[in-house]
């Protein structure tokens, strides 16, 4: 079959900076940014922590406490700094450079983000991103599930001609393999571009890609420019697009298979209908949610 390219559908900022909690200065592409709605499902939330630099504390708590959530998957990608997290069913841990939490919070669960012990004694520059990935309605009361990821077990794929390379979160790129497991087919790739580096991309048209680039000025398609802060949204038209580093270039992949049924978001919950919201917060109110310690 003969594959077209995809074109760019528009080139986003995120909203204003702003704190979640005392220890996430973050920008939120969407849905507060820019509400993409079905053209970026499964993905519902990116918030992005640009690089900042963070004195040192002995406080234990900088982050966010004990918060629900139910009906989608949080996944947190750390590039500096490390960050702790515990929830209400006994999960934990600290992920650092290159890892990733995959947080099934499905029926419901309530956790606790914060910047670890040892990374609030000593201060430093934190870069991390959160995004939250629906999920089908027929998955969407699963117990919960959390899948730690380090950086060691993604799939690596070097780039020809030292270009760079890509690590395979979920999904596959040639043949390389991310870990994560996931509900609906979607490819989440962490990649850097040397100066020059280009790497080409595939995927079925109707499935939805867009790219953030966090670091860098890249040529998309061999026309269109972006840079550091900018988030690109392709259409529905094409397969293939490539992505040319002019600087070195700090990307994130993000590509899936839309679930097409309907959303409704209300704070942490993101359900099908208003009624299961409704649910959601009785639940979460009556403590159906378990128990976490601040
Ligand atoms: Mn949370």
Known sequence: ?????????????????????????VTNYFPSGTDFGPK????????YHAPHVYPPTESQHRGVG????????????????????????????????GD??????????LHKEYHSTEFARTGGTMHMMQIWVNLPKAHKMDPPRYQPIVASQMGQV?????????????GSYQG????????????????????????????PAHENTAVAVLKGDVKI??????????????????????????????????????????????????????QEIREAIEDFNSGKFGHLDD
Do not use: C
């Open 1 to 25: 079959m003969e594959t077209r390219q995809r074109s760019i559908s528009g080139i986003y900022r995120g909203a204003p900076f702003h704190w979640v909690g005392d220890g996430f200065r």
């Open 40 to 47: 970026i499902s499964p993905y519902i939330l990116l918030d």
């Open 66 to 97: 004990p918060h629900p959530h139910r009906g989608f998957e949080t996944v947190t990608l750390a590039f500096e700094g490390s960050i702790a997290h515990h929830d209400s069913i006994g999960n934990g841990g600290v992920i650092g450079p």
């Open 100 to 109: 990733v939490q995959w947080m099934t919070a499905a029926s419901g669960i």
């Open 158 to 170: 070097e780039l020809p001609n030292g270009g760079g390379w890509v690590r395979v979160i979920a």
């Open 176 to 203: 390389a393999k991310g870990p994560a497991v996931t509900f609906t087919p979607i490819n989440m790739f962490d990649i850097l571009l040397e100066p020059q580096g280009r790497i080409d991309l595939s995927f």
């Open 221 to 274: 398609n061999g026309a269109t420019s972006a840079a550091a802060l900018d988030f690109v949204l392709f259409e529905n038209d094409g397969q293939d697009f490539s992505v040319e580093a002019q600087t070195e270039t700090h990307l994130l992949l993000l590509n899936g298979e839309p679930i097409h049924e309907p959303a409704v978001q209300y704070g942490p919950f993101v359900m099908n209908t208003k």
